[in-house]
């Protein structure tokens, strides 16, 4: 099902949808790519919808868009001072945070226009995009490939694919902000979450990795489930960290567990990638407009479970490697699979 969501650079927005037998309903956008809508039952079989957006274009085009919903990239995350070295070459990328580049630059992935094709069988969108050599900064032509999948045992599957023609860093990763109450409840702070990771990347007051691995201690001590809410208070600005998944390999593994009781949801988190970045709505004031059904978006309203290289990894040689060559392909599998615990 398709229906039009508006016009973007003169192009016409579409928005799609994908059902499965469960109830459970997927919506995008060409606008970045965005999941506009997410609807999952409840224990009671009640359907309600778990991330944050809004009811039009405009409001994914205001200013002030936190990157609800949208495929971020060409580097998720944070990029010191918006510069790094690569072949003895400097780059200096656009600075849009401060001094820093974050999620791809002014125009990042977020705000381009993707194509989507729905492909046979009707449960799967294949979005693209074509990433100039030299926007935002980033050297190299990247043609990306996204396919959403919604399946019949409840996951949204995301596949990622990009191949370039000049070595570039690559970090995709999808910015969904979620709140499993499906609506009732105004904020995340009684979710509990469950990471599998012993260590993370600490950083400092702009959120830049220091280089360092740590071990996780307590509050950013998720190994075992916990609510959101009880530990917050002792972060500074509230979580906004990447943690080292305990993963061998690059196979798809689970990463995380996020639960809400009332609602009788949780949600997995599986990926091939070495990291998950945790935030908890920290920035959100309850100034977003045309938000859904009206309601404001206040400070901890979603959460989000980006899974990603680790922030600044080309700066910071101890990381796992983000360059892609060419030749290479460029491959990452995210799924959010939700399930009944009542």
């Known amino acids: 099902m398709t229906k039009p969501f508006g016009t973007y650079e003169s192009k016409a927005v579409t928005e799609y949808t994908l059902t499965n037998e469960q109830g459970m309903e997927l919506n995008v956008i060409n606008y970045g790519g965005a999941v506009t809508r997410l609807v999952v039952p409840g224990s009671n079989g009640e359907p309600g919808d778990v991330v944050a957006g809004f009811e039009s274009l405009e409001g994914y085009l205001q200013k002030n868009n936190p990157y609800f919903g949208a495929l971020v990239g060409r580097y998720a995350n944070r990029i010191r001072q918006a510069t790094f070295k690569l072949n003895e070459q400097q780059f200096q990328l656009v600075a849009n945070d401060h001094g820093n580049s974050l999620h791809g630059g002014n125009k990042g992935f977020d705000k381009v226009y993707w194509e989507i094709e729905k492909l046979p069988g009707d449960s799967s969108l294949l979005l693209t995009y074509k990433s100039k050599d030299g926007e935002e900064g980033y050297p190299g032509n990247l043609d990306i490939e996204v396919v959403y999948t919604l399946t019949n045992d409840n996951t949204w599957r995301i596949e990622y694919k990009a191949t370039t023609d000049k070595p570039t860093p690559v970090n995709l990763t999808q910015h969904a902000y979620f709140n499993l109450s499906g609506g009732p409840d105004s904020t995340i702070l009684d979710h509990e979450l469950q990471i599998n990771a012993d260590g993370y990347t600490p950083v400092d007051s702009l959120l830049i990795p220091t280089g360092r691995i740590d071990s996780v201690t307590a509050p950013l001590d998720f190994r075992s489930a916990k609510l959101i809410g009880r530990d917050i208070a002792l972060v500074p600005g509230g979580y906004d960290h990447n943690w080292v998944l305990n993963k061998t390999g690059a196979s798809l593994q689970k990463a995380a567990v996020l639960s809400h009781t009332k609602s009788g949801r949780a949600m997995e988190v599986w990926t091939t990638e070495p990291g998950l970045q945790f935030y908890s709505g920290n920035f959100l004031d309850g100034s977003l407009k045309q938000t859904k059904n009206g309601k404001p978006y206040v400070q901890y309203a979603a959460l989000c479970l980006e899974a990603q290289h680790f922030p ?31």
């Not at 600044?312 to 491959?331: E, K, M, R």
């Open 312 to 342: 600044d990894s080309p700066n910071q040689p101890s990381f796992p490697g983000a360059i892609l060559q060419p030749g290479q392909v460029y491959t990452q599998t995210t799924i959010y699979k939700f399930i009944n615990i009542q």
